[in-house]
């Protein structure tokens, strides 16, 4: 296989898992369920509910075994990805290894979160991301 589409095949499982559980989850899963089903209804709606599986999985990890799962549930989907782009033709692989790389974007883009349109005057401070710490201490003596 190639290279590019190794990694197309590898960031297809990873956009899975960074998805799940997030705004951007139900674009990613109907985006996947279509390119794994490859216009099949009866198998859209197998994928569908694999990926829902998936995500329930994901919500319900102990922080413990969090890494784990989640790397076995991106090998798990990168498998399928592989044996799609095996079945498929030089043109048609290409195109779908495109498809995957999309959907690894906007995955991606979801999983980075941040803070956009706000104005802040004056003192003023936020955190983002998980199981972090912040103190904050504004005025004179601070």
């Not at 190794?6 to 998805?19: D, W």
């Not at 997030?22 to 490859?38: F, H, I, M």
Request: hydrophobic share 45%.
């Amino acid at each position: 296989m190639l290279e590019w589409v190794a990694a197309a095949v590898a960031a297809g499982g990873t956009a899975v898992v960074q998805a799940a559980g997030t705004d951007a989850w139900s674009l990613v899963r109907q985006r996947v369920a279509r390119v794994l089903s490859r216009d099949d209804p009866e198998r859209e709606r197998t994928e569908l509910m694999r990926l829902d599986q998936t995500a329930t999985d994901l919500a319900s990890l102990a922080p413990g075994e969090a890494a784990l799962i989640r790397a076995r549930q991106e090998a798990a989907w990168a498998a399928r990805f592989e044996m799609l782009l095996e079945s498929l033709g030089e043109a048609e692989r290409e195109r779908v290894a495109r498809e995957l790389n999309d959907i690894a974007d906007q995955a991606r883009q979801a999983s980075v979160g941040g803070v956009s349109g706000n104005v802040f005057r004056g003192p003023a401070a936020f955190q983002v991301g998980d199981h972090n710490r912040q103190d904050n201490h504004f005025g004179p003596g601070a």
